[in-house]
């Protein structure tokens, strides 16, 4: 399982879920441009001293990204979270290398990448309200997809 963090706009939602993703063992990619310098004192805050436990690989574009997806040796599904999909998350059967992607704070991803993803899975949410934070929204989704797919790590006993 990794996260895909495409083109993200504030440090601290950037920060908070490269430190959830230490937590719980899970690769990120960032999908750059950044709306911020990726060394960031706001992100390094919000990931504390996780970050350098955190495997991260960082692509300069999204053609680059996809690119590497597509022509590994097992392409990987690609999961959009999403306002504007169709099926809520918790009806949607997640599989062990799945890449969870996640957008611009400010703008979501474009068409053009909402089309070339494998599928795409919503929060569902209360009617006149937009959206949750980014951070919360990995969380909730990613927790779902590694409970369905026996994911979490094991802790090491002493």
């Excluded at 991803?109 to 309200?129: E, F, K, R």
Aim: hydrophobic share 40%; glycine share 6%; net charge negative.
């Amino acid at each position: 399982m990794r996260l895909a963090l495409y083109q993200p706009d504030i440090p601290q939602n950037t920060g908070t879920m490269l430190r959830m993703a230490a937590c719980l063992d899970v690769a990120v990619d960032i999908i750059e441009p950044c709306g911020f310098v990726l060394n960031d004192k706001r992100m390094k805050r919000s990931g504390m001293d996780y970050l350098d436990q955190t495997e991260l690989v960082r692509h300069t574009s999204w053609d680059a990204f996809n690119h590497s997806r597509l022509e590994s040796t097992q392409p990987k599904r690609l999961i959009l979270l999403s306002t504007k999909a169709a099926k809520p998350y918790t009806n949607f059967s997640f599989q062990p290398d799945d890449i969870l992607m996640l957008g611009r704070e400010s703008a979501g991803v474009p068409d053009d990448v909402h089309q070339a993803v494998d599928h795409s899975v919503l929060i569902p949410m209360a009617t006149g309200v937009r959206s949750l934070n980014i951070a919360v929204s990995a969380a909730m989704v990613l927790g779902e997809a590694l409970r369905q797919t026996g994911g979490f790590p094991v802790p090491s006993t002493v």
